[in-house]
């Protein structure tokens, strides 16, 4: 269980955390979602007690991190791979922080079975590749079978079995009654993992509920269109009150109006249709369209809503 | 690849929850000499500084016992005029002085090797930033004073161990050299024992000094070169820079405060300059520095954000 009230951290003229209030419960994976930029990281730091708040306070399982008896038997966390001194072997990395901690030193050997890196536990890290140093990040995380843990995007840079290993891991932590916080800002890997979604945009919290509940009150409803007669129909659906945009792949996709009310203006109006089908209302979406004010980089934001608007009429 | 089944068996395997007592300072010094001994950067700045101790304190000796034999040989001396008596009795003043000074000699290569153990003291808490390594460590046990404490301790140990290592290899090594023209001392003789360890001592609170330095600075290069620039180029800069206005203290009043002037005469009498704080009381001097660096290194490693 982490707790935070009232959480804010200002850096020089900056406010990176600004007032954020959430509780993060055991036994599910919450999903701590924001562009670049919106503070994730700097709040799983204030978690961890490596900054001190401007304002307010953090708790996990009930206290600071630094009044827990045993720290890393509580919280693991992978903060980013490059946090290790890469003169030093997989296995003495482990075993320097096992002993902070009076972990067994099998413990070591144990985690490094569990992450596939037994094979290179000798062999200093900076030679890994950064899935490795990943899974290194992951299996210093464990290492005290926390009840706790959290991961700052562990999927960056990892290739698609990586992914899905990684994936698997915190479904099985979270089905032993865990609590698992990981990061992202790749909104469909947060669809594929998370139960519940705490969404913030320029350190200020945006949502926080479930995904599903994410995706049907952020969504706009968006139905997707193929005719031959392109501007009458964005015509006819601009004066109806929906908005028009080019998919990018030719279609149209017309936002907020049904299939049925999409049809029937069609009928209407004579145009002919080729397809007619309702758009899968994503996550990404639903965050695009929620943090769309809060992006603090706008350039480089894959998605098809930076498709450019077909026009409005009207 | 582990599988999901692999992990559930796994996990928790070998661990307790909730053990008495907590996590504490000495898991944590446990933990610090696993990383000191587990880089080869310690290896690499102990040998260099036990090579150049040792190594330049042999040709300091071997410079002295050759020049003591051309002296010998009148080669200086022989044709202005000295008579040869009168030789003989500057080769016997000079191998005196040589005697005198024996132990400096063989330990001069202290004077370079400080400057490897403020890279070592330096590096000691300077790559935890460089590498990014200090989140984990303080993520593992946040209790900072703890870490602090626990790498102070662990490093002084390890530099202290080294650093007695080599003044006494040096020393030996020296006496060696010098023993060729008996000029020589030996580790029983008056006060020798005490300024051999007093090298070791040295090494170990130099190292101790660019430590805080590091902890304060949190970047090797700029830790580095404040650690050198302290110990060496104020040492150097004094003997250049203008006297004081006389009337106002004198210059070795000014020198005495000098890091390595204080410190160092433990272990060296008469090789640089003057030294008008008894060994003792200048080595107390010295540590005072080294505990100022150090404070300032743990209130700012207590309050900054890793």
Redesign the interface.
Known sequence: MIEARGLSKRYGDTLAVDNLSFDVEPGKITGFLGPNGAGKTTTM?LI?????PTSGTVTVNGKH??Q????????G?L??A????????AY??L???A??????S??VS??L????LHDVARKRSKGFSLGMGQRLGIA?A????P?ILMFDEPVNGLDP?GIL?IR??M???AA?GKTVFVSSHLMSEMENTADTLIVIGRGRLIAQSTVAEFIAANSQQSVRVSTPQRELLTAAAASAGATVRDDGSGKLLVIGMTTSQVGDLAFENGIRLHELAPAQASLEQAFMELTASSVEFVAGLPTELDAQPVGKVG | ??S?A???R??????????P???GFI??V???F??IR????TYWTLFAMFVVCVGIGALFSWGQTERLLSLEHGVTLRGQGIPPGAIKQVVAHRAAEIRSTATAISLFGLLFGQLIIVVLGSLTIT??YS??????????????GTVFAAKGIVFGAVALVAGLVTSFVAFFVGQLILSSQHVNTTIGHHAVLAQVIGGGLFLAATGLLSFGIGAMLRHSAGAIATGIGLMFVVLLLSNFLPSPPSGWFGQADFDKWIPFYAGSHLWQNQLLGVNPFSPWVGFGVFCAYAAAAIIGGLVLFL?R??
Not at chain 1, 68 to 75: G, I, K, S, T
Not at chain 2, 38 to 41: D, F, G, P, T
């Open positions: 730091r961890l007690g490596l900054d001190r991190l630094n827990l008896a045993w720290p890393m038997r509580e919280v966390a903060l980013d490059k946090a290790v001194h890469g003169g030093r072997s003495n990395h075993l320097c922080l002993q902070t901690n009076n972990l067994p099998r413990r144990e985690v079975d569990l992450v596939g210093a464990l290492l005290g079978d009840s079995e290993w698997n891991l479904k099985a932590l032993e | 690849m582990a999901v692999t992990h559930e796994l996990v928790g395997g070998s661990v307790a929850h909730n053990p007592g907590r996590a898991g944590t446990k933990s610090e696993t990383k587990s880089v080869r950067s790559s935890e590498t990014g390594m200090i989140r984990t460590s303080l993520t593992s046990m946040p209790r900072r309050r954000d890793a």
